[in-house]
């Protein structure tokens, strides 16, 4: 399935490089929305020399930090982890969608319409 060999391929390529430019866009985005490394750690509840390795690369991100600094930078996870600019465009998400069996894409829709009703 196509889905599986797309995170094996992040999975296995998230390595001390990619955890360090990591760090530097999270530092980044950071200091762009205007927060000190400091007080975005201790929001975080985490000790600022563990929020430095992670700014580092010595340590991985766990996911809760990183959805909880995408929601004070107003950068997307995806940003952090790839450096994606823009999420997918219409193109990407029909092509994607081409590959989900009629069982997936039904869980698909009524994750959409569950958000829709949320927003």
Known sequence: MKDEKYYEMYA???DYEER???GKRIKQACR???FKLV???LSLGIDPKSFYKIISGEVECK???LYEISQLTGRSTDYFLFGNEKSEGLEDIVSICQDISVKDMKRVKKI???FLDQS
């Open 12 to 14: 296995n390529a998230y």
């Open 20 to 22: 360090r430019e990591t």
């Open 32 to 34: 762009e929305a205007g």
């Open 39 to 41: 007080d975005i750690a």
């Open 63 to 65: 996911t809760k930090y």
């Open 112 to 114: 959409l319409v569950a």
